[in-house]
């Protein structure tokens, strides 16, 4: 039974910085975080591949975010930096089980979290 679990999210004023952690249990997985918004589709923000040695970033958030895993507890972060407002959404773990290429679609994950609320403003 995979399981993905999002925390860390909250309010914050622009430029300030949140750490959101995905707990990830059940098969190892490629793990990518999107974001979604009231009335704009769900938006690809990074992903990390199982053992950690590829990243990519939308890029909207490319100098901004880091994406991180440590694999002994089964966790996945994204270290968010100078926050503004139109980072302001739901953000949603995925994780896709496949060997090989990390994808940027979030049609091509299986597993989802339950998201969790990132809110920036002053």
């Known amino acids: 039974q995979v399981q993905l679990v999002e925390t860390g999210g909250g309010l914050v004023q622009p430029g300030g910085s949140l750490r959101l952690s995905c707990a990830a249990s059940?098969?190892?997985?490629?793990v990518a975080w999107f974001r979604q918004s009231p009335g704009k589709e769900r938006e690809f923000v990074s992903v990390?591949?199982?053992?950690?040695?590829?990243?990519t970033y939308g890029d909207s958030v490319k100098g901004r975010f880091t994406i991180s895993r440590d694999n002994a507890k089964n966790m996945v972060y994204l270290q968010m930096n100078s926050l503004q407002p139109e980072d302001t959404a739901i953000y949603y773990c995925?994780?896709?089980?496949?060997?090989?290429?990390?994808?940027?679609?979030?049609?091509?994950?299986?597993?989802w979290g339950q998201g969790t609320q990132v809110t920036v403003s002053s």
């Open positions: 995925a994780g896709d089980p496949r060997n090989g290429l990390i994808y940027l679609r979030p049609d091509e994950y299986t597993y």
């Open positions: 059940g098969r190892t997985l490629n």
């Open positions: 990390i591949s199982w053992g950690g040695s590829r990243t």
